[in-house]
């Protein structure tokens, strides 16, 4: 048996620009997933979803059918193949928000190979666990993606992730981060959002090669920053960063407005996270991360305030 707390995860900097194949530094935080099950004596798999209010059953061989809801862990099944040596069952469970920009796609994904890697002991270092769920998730399903959220939630910590030809995610040093997540509740159109900035810069869009330009140097001293705990520089960078998800038409009214309460109650700085069209926004607020959270739920948020997720195996 297997039971797994699998967190989301935040951008600090960088959303969308693993598109384009740049570094990124995301977060993993501690608003989990629950996953736990255990092998089966058969070839069935049978997977049971609590938050999305479903069941789905198959056997390890059938010809894939990624029209389920489950469909990143019947992708990821294929994808390990022999290494699946018999049928299992899990149940997903969890604090996560669904389709918020926190990544609950990919803590599926990666959560459910790190429970069949522990369930079969297959023995799969970080690295090759998120890249099996980049690839169920982006190969298999279609979905356009980078390799971000994989990479964060199956490292954990803090992570700068270079996200081009040879991925890998590096820990930085940080034991704290003094964050509030906010929901806009609004629904998200993340796909849309992807396809047409994909489009955009696949026809050379000036005005959102200028902004990934420009979140790309944010990617680099952010970084720089958030090692030497210069807060104030952080809040700006993060502060700079989402003028350029203004800039390529990503934001939305309402993650605009939470973004102005948390600097009013003290944040640095503030930026919406993933793909944009809704979902969620973090803003960096020393010392003020209640007020923060207040402001945040006042202006019609719903807040979380959040600390890092670091594996226990991890040093």
Known sequence: MVALDVPGRICLFGDKVDLAGKPVIAAAINIFLHIEGGPRSDRLVVLHSYDLNCTEKFALGDAPDYSGAMKYVRAATRLLGSLIPSGYELTYRGDLPIGAGLSSSAAISVG????????????????????????????????????????????????????????????????????????????????????????????????????????????????????????????????????????????????????RAAIRAGAYGAKQMGAGGGGCMVAYCPHRQREVAEAIREAGGIPYICDIFAWPDCG
């Open 112 to 259: 459910s190979i790190l429970a069949l890697s522990r369930m079969f002991d297959l023995g799969l270092s970080a690295d090759e666990t998120a890249e099996y769920a980049y690839r169920a998730e982006h190969d298999e399903c279609g979905i356009s993606c980078g390799r971000m959220d994989q990479y964060s939630i199956a490292h954990g910590g803090v992570t700068f992730i270079t996200t081009g030809e040879n991925p890998h995610a590096e820990r930085l040093p940080i034991e704290q981060l003094p964050v509030v997540v906010g929901d806009s509740n609004e629904p998200r159109e993340a796909k849309a959002v992807l396809s047409r900035i994909r489009g955009e810069l696949e026809a050379g869009d000036p005005r959102t090669l200028a902004a990934f330009d420009i979140v790309h140097q944010c990617v680099l001293e952010g970084r720089e920053a958030l090692v030497q705990g210069d807060g104030r520089r952080i809040g700006e960078l993060m502060s700079r960063h989402q003028a350029q998800e203004r800039q390529m038409a990503c934001s939305t009214p309402k993650i605009e407005a939470l973004c």
